[in-house]
């Protein structure tokens, strides 16, 4: 017996089946953009040079500044202290223990530093150093060598500075720069090596540096020495000891009248320059 089935129904049957699968492949079709989608970033993540930031990342964690500025002053010479290196700190420290040592020990525990490139004649005024009665003069330069030479190559950049490890440290008495610019006989300067044993052993507040500085356009304070530190020119005025009385140069008389202001006289400039250009 045939059984008959409606055409509706066929129709009816023949549109969910289409409905189903049409479903079906478009929930196929969401869930690949779905997994592309996901797979994307690892995708990125391996076309990433995340190497090369890392490797970056490092050399700049490497390149210090501090490590740079120790470079330029350790080039030369054995290794400098962190507490006698050329920083701000280190210099504001030694300038109170400068003036702290003075306000106590006086001017005996003080000494005139110059500081001269190796077989020139002139010695720059460096600035000056102080100590306590258990220091000795040798031994307050030996400590505080590289903040010395460091400040002489910046003070003077064109004719210490190349030189800087090389250069030679020499002391005079405390405040003698006014003799000194005269070119009296009475002041020799003392040429100090930079190798003196026990310095490590002394404190940094035993001793202290002032170093010098300058104005705008000042030329600074130098004078001229023979290789064993005494005067390289006749006293200036009133020699003794067989000087030769002469008046002063133009040049030295800048340099008169910078060792009077150092010293706190300038308000003498007037009458006793006058007096020294009369004779």
Known sequence: MKVQIPLALLCSCFMTFCVTVSTAFGLSLNIKK????????????????SFSFQRKCVILQDSKWDNLVDEDEED?????????????????RQKKNYDAIRDVGGLEMVNDIYIREVGSETFWFIGKVARISDVSVEDV????????????????????????????????????????AYYRPTVTFVKVDRNVEGVKAIKVNFVGFEGETYTQDEDGFRTLRT??????????????????????????MAELEKALIDQGLGDVLDTNMGDVLEQ
Do not use: C
């Open 34 to 49: 779905t997994q592309r989608k996901s797979r994307s970033p690892s995708l990125l993540e391996r076309s990433t040079p």
């Open 76 to 92: 030369e010479g054995p290794p400098v202290p962190p507490n006698m290196r050329y920083q701000p700190s280190n210099l504001i």
């Open 141 to 180: 330069i030996s400590k505080q060598w590289p903040l010395i030479q460091m400040h002489a190559g910046h003070l003077r950049p064109i004719e210490l500075f190349p030189s800087k490890n090389k250069n030679e440290i020499w002391y005079a008495p405390g405040d003698s720069e006014l003799d000194v």
């Open 227 to 252: 290789d064993d530190g005494k005067p390289a020119k006749p006293e200036v005025m009133g020699a003794d000891d067989g000087g030769t009385d002469r008046a002063p140069t133009p040049e030295e």
